[in-house]
């Protein structure tokens, strides 16, 4: 199986790449993980609703240049909430129905262009609360480890 992640911009706050290094050694055991990061666009704070959906559709363009033919999941606060037993079922069904690829895309600080979630598979919310993107990348790797070990039958705290 192989797991891909995209993301929009570079994290640089060390106690985050910190964690989501140890939830990529940990979760080598299960799958082959791809990384890759899209630039963002400047953005100043006060951008108009027509400028917001600029600068998503450029980040937009850079996303889909990074995906092949993997189930595509976009982490979208209007996606469907999982508890982590489905979010293992989901990786169960996708394996077993669909394909061994999965990439996950995590848009930046304005989100994802509609062009990126129309082409999505699946919408994943992991909360109605809004995270900062860069949070959000280690969060989804540990819930992606907890869900190994989830379908492999091994403990993992609760």
Do not use: W
């Amino acid at each position: 199986m192989k797991i891909k992640v995209i993301s929009v911009g570079k994290i640089k706050e060390k106690y985050l790449v910190d964690g989501i290094n140890e939830y990529a050694k940990r979760l080598a055991k299960y799958v082959k993980l791809d990384f890759v990061e899209v630039a963002d666009e400047k953005a100043p704070e006060n951008l108009s609703e027509k400028d917001k959906e600029i600068v998503m559709a450029k980040e937009g363009e850079k996303i889909l240049a990074q995906i092949n033919n993997e189930y595509l999941i976009v982490l979208a606060i209007e996606g469907k909430s999982l508890d982590s037993e489905g979010f293992a079922k989901l990786f169960q069904d996708i394996y077993t129905y669909e394909t061994s690829d999965i990439c996950f895309v995590i848009g930046g600080s304005l989100g994802l262009s509609n062009d990126v979630i129309k082409l999505a598979n699946y919408k994943l919310s992991f909360s109605k609360m809004t995270f900062p993107h860069q949070l959000m990348k280690l969060i989804l790797l540990e819930q992606i480890y907890r869900a190994f070990r989830i379908n492999n039958n091994e403990p993992y705290h609760k």
